[in-house]
């Protein structure tokens, strides 16, 4: 529904899904992690080997558990089957969060084998599913199992997510487009082992952009560098003409052929 005013605004989109990009969407309900975090948020970001960019935002005061996960299912759709590729996603567990995990893991199910199954397909949307891949947690020093699903967030985890936030932005690695993320950005401090907004501010689309680095940090940067996938090597194929463009396809999935091909030679010769 087209909004009337600059405030009923919930939904804003900078850029619309590119074919081949590798995007993470991170998700903030509403009471989760602390008080203040009074609104749902989603943020969807375009990931590149050395930059984290964002693409589109939503935000509610309002929106239901399971309005948020249907929501979520369309912008992770719609960024998933337009890239042609898998959409990492990101879902914080705190107070209504499980509720929207637990909506999520249902949509699915009634989608994919339930009784909306004839429909989906008959619109075209049984897919999207398969364009999704789910965060799963692991310590950052954890040498074994006891991973997870999602993100749960604790004091010591958000510290270390924010902080993290902050030096993207410092170096410029975190592109920010949306005016109101920068506002509340610039209300949330540390106070010793607390950071949260000061005040009667908001930290939700923060927390979001921070859940949206975590996982693009720690499970997509490392095959974006082997890929060369550099944002100002994005830019600059976006203005070549078609056949430079397929050229440098064909010579980037050529140069990791023979990374792989190299790779499994060295580990046939240690073992």
Known sequence: IPARTFRDIELRIWEEPEVEASYVIGVDPAYGHSEKNDRSAIEVCKCYADAIEQVAEYVSGSVMPHQLAWIYWTLAGYYGARAGQPVMSIVELNGPGEAVW????????????????????AQGVADLFRNVRQYIYGRSDSMGSGNSWAWKTTPQLKVAIMERL?????????????????????????????????????????????????????????????????????????????????????????????????NARLAAQQQ
Do not use: P
């Open 102 to 121: 637990r909506e999520i893991g249902q949509t699915k199910q009634i989608v994919t084998a339930g009784y909306l199954r004839a429909r989906a397909e």
């Open 166 to 262: 902050r030096d993207f932005v410092h170096r410029g690695s975190a592109i920010i487009r949306s005016a109101e993320l920068v506002e509340d950005m610039r209300l949330v401090t540390r106070d010793g082992d607390t950071i949260e907004a000061e005040g009667k501010g908001h930290d939700d689309r923060v927390v979001a952009k921070a859940l949206c680095c975590r996982a693009w940090e720690e499970k997509m940067q490392r095959g974006l560098v082997a890929l060369n996938k550099t944002r100002a090597n994005a830019l600059a194929r976006r203005s070549m003409a078609a056949s430079d463009q397929m050229a440098m396809l064909s010579r980037y999935q050529l140069q990791n052929f023979f990374k792989i091909k190299a």
